[in-house]
């Protein structure tokens, strides 16, 4: 599976937006564009989930560890635009403990 996401960024900043659901099968491509954003600098990275429809255990734990090595460079993730049931499943989750996350 081909992983779409568009990127846009400024020094310290990015916003990513994945194409497609933040599942298994696309976990790996998306995960090399977040190192490297990270790598080459980004500490405030915004991620625009209008487009996912769905995320799974891998792309939880894909956000928990972007979440974990930007803090770690002092630095911070953010969702915005999730579908109202990943805003609940990311509630449930207790994942907005961690990192803000916004619903439509």
Known sequence: MTNHVSTVQDESQALIRPETDIVAASVAGLRSRLRGLIGAGVRDLVMDLSAVQMVDSAGL???ISAHNSLRKAGGHLSVVHASPD?????????IHQHFSVSAD
């Open 86 to 94: 990943v805003y609940e499943l990311f509630r449930t989750m207790r």
């Open 61 to 63: 734990g894909l956000l």
